[in-house]
């Protein structure tokens, strides 16, 4: 039983976000969904590509859980995890202790998450949740190579998560109601309580190293153009993602 994949749906549950109670992309929902789905992997990607620039373990380990909660909350939009049959969890096969991979490696890696996001957006265009779920099953497994890479064990990714949850259940208004944005996308509200992912790791017994970003480094300032097309049954689609600049 995934450890993962209740507590997003503890979220859009909450928040009204999508939860279908059946498999499947009803009406317009589909467009939508895949909008805001593309949308949160690209944030998430470019702030991992900034932790990646200061050098900044604690700025990359924030964006992999935030990645990891869209992946698993694209499941639960489609109603993947209303099938009656589990979507197991990967886990990462690390002792720890947590570190930055090399910038090359960092970037392959992401690169093919990047690649894999537009072809869960592909599969929406489908129209099939499966094709979705498929696809996004896909996604984790890039995901999971990207947390194997910076060495987290398994059991700090969930703590992380559990974190990230906590935080993010505390996202109401004033009025105990979501705040929503024009997008309709969930956004913080006045009594938004933000993680603590520092003491989450400390209590591991893991020490944080401080930023170091590298003088000189191609990552200093860098926007990362990614340009894919990608295929998804008969629907083709040219994706362009940019990232970085801060």
Known sequence: MSKYIPLVREFNEAYGSDSPPRPGLPGSMGDRCRLVRMQLDTEEAGELFHGLAARDLIECLDALTDLEYVVC??????GADRTGRDIPDMPVGSAGPPRIPSTDLALQLMGQFLIQ?????????TGDWQAVAG???VLRERLTQLWAAFRVPEALRLALFEE????????FGADGKPVLNEAGRVVKGPNYEPPNLVAVV????????APSPEPGSPLSGAVLVHKESVTVGAITQETTTTIGGR
Not at 73 to 78: C, E, I, K, L, P
């Open 164 to 171: 990230v949850h906590r935080s993010n259940m505390t996202k």
């Open 73 to 78: 909350g694209t499941f639960v939009a489609v």
């Open 117 to 125: 996001a537009g072809a869960v957006s592909v599969a929406f265009a």
């Open 202 to 209: 400390e209590r591991f017994g893991f020490t944080i190293p």
């Open 135 to 137: 696809a996004n099953f």
